[in-house]
């Protein structure tokens, strides 16, 4: 079963950008109120499809997750199985709504590489035992909810991609130098 994706981009001044705004224009006024939290997404696009590497697991994926107007349910689950927490064993549906916010970063900074997964899913055992180990977990963490994830894309320099992420005010982005990497969320919209 497919959930009907719903769509309105901010896209950038082109003849193809345009028309998709308007297409958005017209989706907005069809109906308002479904819009305010919807990352934005050029509606022109047929396929949507992600590539990761988990740097725990050594796994690998390519799937796409959204085709013709629909969130494809199988490549949901298989990026919610490579994004699983691997500690733990346990994995947990992603939000579309994180897919296309990885998927419009992608686009926005012209670099199709793999994501490499610092983080994605994590299970309410998982997530405590590494608060206890530092203060940069959250107690109540998005991870939890599969509506977060921590990436780099290598060859790409992360600082550029925390400031990509904040453009597109998408939701929560958190830059952490040492580690090098972003971590991205579909909460609210904040950065640190």
Known sequence: MSVKAEEFGRIKLSRRGFLTSI?????TLAAPGAIASVVPVPVCVRDRKLSFYNTH????????????????????????????DHRAGISSSMDPKLLDLLYQLQG????????????GY???ATNELLNKRSSGVAKRSYHMLGQAIDVRLPGFDTSQLRKAAIALKGGGVGYYS??????????????W
């Open 108 to 119: 926005t900074v012209e670099h199709q590489g793999e994501f490499h997964v610092i983080s």
């Open 178 to 191: 040492s580690s090098d990497f972003v971590h991205l969320d579909v909460g609210s919209v904040r950065h």
């Open 23 to 27: 297409a958005g224009a017209a989706m």
């Open 122 to 124: 994590r299970s309410p």
């Open 57 to 84: 697991t050594g796994e690998k994926l390519s799937a796409t997750f959204w085709s013709d107007g629909n969130y494809l349910d199988d490549g949901i689950e298989e990026i919610s199985w490579l994004l699983r």
